[in-house]
């Protein structure tokens, strides 16, 4: 390789481009809508101890192998032990799936934000609006290309110029923001019932399911089974901290997760007069009840406009992580340049988004089970490879190269103060639960069992 291997100029950087990547629509949208599903308090303490146990492990082993081979996936578990390599070819091939469909959705965001901060909150309230919109040819791939477009801009720019610079400013306006509308939703009147609901453990609600969607949601969240976390561990350098870099990157994660909660739940309780259904609307929540929410309150136009620019952001620091990984593997594996890889890559997920985009309106009828192609990119990503990703990724950690050889790595700057945790989680913890997610949504999606 002819380019010198970038790297992120140092902690900082390095937590936030990393929480900026884990930091994303799931945490806006899915996180509140599966903590009021699931019980409220009771899902926010399941969650809590997945992240800081199963979560954590999962987060160090990617970072380290990323840090200690200095490659991106598929390389990486080849420099580790060469009959390994699949599992890096299919880590990688699950950004490639996610970063055109993701862009789609941040294209919807985008048209959102415009339509909020032009006035339109009215407009965008009304029925059908969202399904009208979606289901048009041209506007939703104008907006697709724009998000895209930006996502690969700043790529280009590079780790460093690109998405390090951006992740700083981005990530801190983010939380601000979030805060802000949190306060503001949570002193609205008749809010605290929605804050007492998310807050408040409801036990009755505990099950299995409530664990698994928890942990299904924790792996997305932080980014992780998808090389994402081991390329941006390969930009990581030796005398950063690994394992408090791991613990800030969580607390960002989780502490937009519950935040967003906060800024969702009392608000869409309000404007249902206390009924919980209105949550549970799956993807129509953010643009189909949040705009009705928005249009409802005084000042909603420009909190609905605040609320659609941080979600913005937040989409927009995930598909940055998506493209760099994707194009870091490229570059690694097939030694192009990385203008060239670039190129490759943007061309490539223009392709595969637009039948995304088209499949709710002209391509409407190719639907597999009820999933439109959207859905079934998720499906497959999320769903299906992810679990196998983690689980291969436990098995190599846990009895092939051994734990030891990645506590070394984290040990380089100091005592692994969570060596035993890691390592129990890694040999037995995760590997259990990880084949119960892939067992429950294969179920799930055969509609054997429903979630
Ligand atoms: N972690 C992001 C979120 O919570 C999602 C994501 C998945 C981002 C895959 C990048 C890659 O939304």
Partial sequence: MSEKRSSFTGKIGFVLAAAG?????????????????????????????????????LMCAEIAIGRKTGQSAINAF?????????????????????????????????????????????????????????????????????????TALIVLLGVEKGVEKVSKFMMPVLVVLTIV?????????????????????????????????AMGQLFYSMSLAMGIMITYGSYMKKDVNLESSVRQIEIFDTGVAFLAGLMIIPAVFV????????????????????????????????????????????????????????????MDKFGWSRKGSWLAVFIF?????????????????????????????????NSILMPIVALFTC?????????????EEIELTGKFKSKTLFTIVIKYVAPICIILILISSVLDALGIMKI
């Fill in 395 to 407: 098995i190599f950690v846990g009895y092939v190269i051994k734990p030891k050889c990645l506590i």
């Fill in 271 to 330: 404007f249902s007069g206390g009924d919980e259904s209105a949550l549970g609307k799956g993807p129509g929540l953010m643009f189909i009840t949040l705009p009705k929410v928005f249009d409802s309150m005084t000042g909603g136009t420009v909190i609905g406009a605040v609320f659609f620019l941080l979600v913005l952001f937040a989409a927009l620091t995930s598909s940055i992580s998506l493209m760099e990984t994707v194009v870091s593997i490229v």
């Fill in 349 to 381: 997920s223009v392709a595969l988004g637009l039948p995304s985009s088209l499949g709710f309106g002209v391509l409407s009828d190719i639907s597999v089970n009820g999933m439109t192609i959207l859905d079934m990119f998720d499906f497959a990503s």
């Fill in 78 to 150: 080849t420099t580790l032990n060469k009959k390994y390599s699949f599992i890096g070819v299919i880590a990688s091939v699950i950004p490639a799936i996610i970063l055109p469909y993701y862009s789609v959705i941040g294209g919807w965001v985008s048209k959102y934000l415009a339509v909020f901060v032009s006035g339109g909150a009215h407009e965008a309230a009304a029925d059908g609006y969202f399904e009208g919109f979606i289901a048009k040819p041209i506007e939703p791939i104008g907006w697709f290309l724009l998000f895209i477009g930006l």
């Fill in 21 to 57: 990547s884990a930091v994303g629509l799931g945490n806006i949208w899915r996180f509140p809508y599966l903590a009021a599903k699931y019980g409220g308090g009771i899902f926010l303490l399941v969650y809590l101890i997945l992240a800081v146990t199963f979560g954590f492990a």
């Fill in 181 to 213: 509308i949190a306060v503001y939703s949570m002193f609205m009147p008749g809010a605290m019932e929605g804050v007492k609901y998310y807050l408040t453990p409801d036990f009755s609600k505990f099950s299995a399911t409530t664990v698994l969607s």
